[in-house]
C-alpha cells in the first residue's frame, strides 16, 4: 500500500541554522500539508499547498518557514533560521483530490533545536 | 468556531477492558469526523472515519458513530488489547475547500496485561 514518507526521521540543530524536512507523498496525490506537534500538545496545521502553491498557511508559518515542490515527488519544508520553539515533531499529509477528506500522514521527523 | 474537543487526561485499563474516548465538535454543517492514532514512536495513522449524520466508522474492534444530536464522534471498543495503548486524536476538516484539519488535544491510552 502506497505510503508517505519522511526523512530525516530526526535532526538535532543548532538555533539560527537552517534545515530541510523533506517528504514524499503517496504518488498520485494533488493536495500536500505540513502539520507540527510540540511535545504533548496536539498537531496544528501549518500549510497546505496544491498546484505549485501555498493554498493556505496558519499564523505559525511565518516568513521564516517555506515549502517547495522542487520535483515530481518532493514536497520540503524549510525553516531559515530556527528557533529553540521550533523544537516539535513535523508530519507532512497528501490527500488525493479535494473533495476527498482523508489525508494520508508520512512518520514525522522530530526536529531539536539547542 | 470548529473545533474538535477530546476527554482531558491520560486513560489506563486492564485488557479486555471496554474503552469509550470522548469527542464533541462544533461546526456549522456536518463535516466529516476521523480518529487518528499515534503508536509509540510512530506517526499519525488513519483509525476510522464517518462521512455524515448516523454512520458508524469501524477498523481494528473500534467503533465511532457520528451523532449530530450531541455532536460527538466517541470512540469505543469493546475488548482492549495491550497493543492498544496509543495516543487517539479526534479530528475535523475546516476551513476552505483544501481541507486541513483541526485535532483534538489527543488521548493517552495505556492498556496493562
Known amino acids: 500500500e502506497p505510503e508517505v514518507t519522511q526523512t530525516p526521521s530526526h535532526q538535532v540543530t543548532q538555533m539560527g541554522q537552517e534545515v530541510i524536512l523533506r517528504c514524499v507523498p503517496i504518488?498520485?496525490?494533488?493536495?500536500f500539508y505540513w502539520y507540527r506537534q510540540i511535545l504533548g500538545q496536539k498537531v496544528e496545521f501549518l500549510v497546505s499547498?496544491?498546484?505549485?502553491?501555498?493554498?493556505?498557511k496558519s499564523e505559525i508559518f511565518d516568513d521564516q518557514f517555506s515549502v517547495e515542490r522542487p520535483d515530481g515527488s518532493n514536497f520540503t519544508l524549510k525553516i531559515r533560521s530556527t528557533k529553540l520553539e521550533d523544537s516539535a515533531m513535523y508530519f507532512c499529509a497528501s490527500k488525493v483530490w479535494v473533495s476527498q477528506e482523508t489525508q494520508y500522514f508520512g512518520p514525522g521527523t522530530r526536529l531539536l533545536v539547542l | 468556531g470548529n473545533s474538535v474537543t477530546q476527554m482531558e487526561g491520560p486513560v489506563t485499563l486492564s485488557e479486555e477492558a471496554f474503552l469509550t474516548i470522548n469527542c464533541t465538535y462544533t461546526?456549522?454543517?456536518?463535516?466529516?469526523l476521523f480518529w487518528y492514532v499515534q503508536y509509540p514512536g510512530e506517526g499519525l495513522q488513519l483509525l476510522l472515519k464517518?462521512?455524515?449524520?448516523?454512520d458508524k466508522g469501524s477498523n481494528k474492534g473500534f467503533e465511532a458513530t457520528y451523532r449530530k444530536e450531541t455532536t460527538s464522534f466517541h470512540l469505543e471498543k469493546g475488548s482492549v488489547q495491550v497493543s492498544d495503548s496509543a495516543v487517539y486524536f479526534c479530528a475535523r476538516p475546516w476551513g476552505t475547500s483544501y481541507g486541513k484539519l483541526t485535532f483534538g488535544q489527543g488521548t493517552i491510552l495505556t492498556v496493562h496485561p
Open positions: 504518488s498520485n496525490h494533488l493536495y
Open positions: 499547498f496544491y498546484n505549485n502553491e501555498i493554498s493556505e
Open positions: 461546526a456549522t454543517g456536518y463535516p466529516s
Open positions: 464517518a462521512t455524515k449524520a448516523d
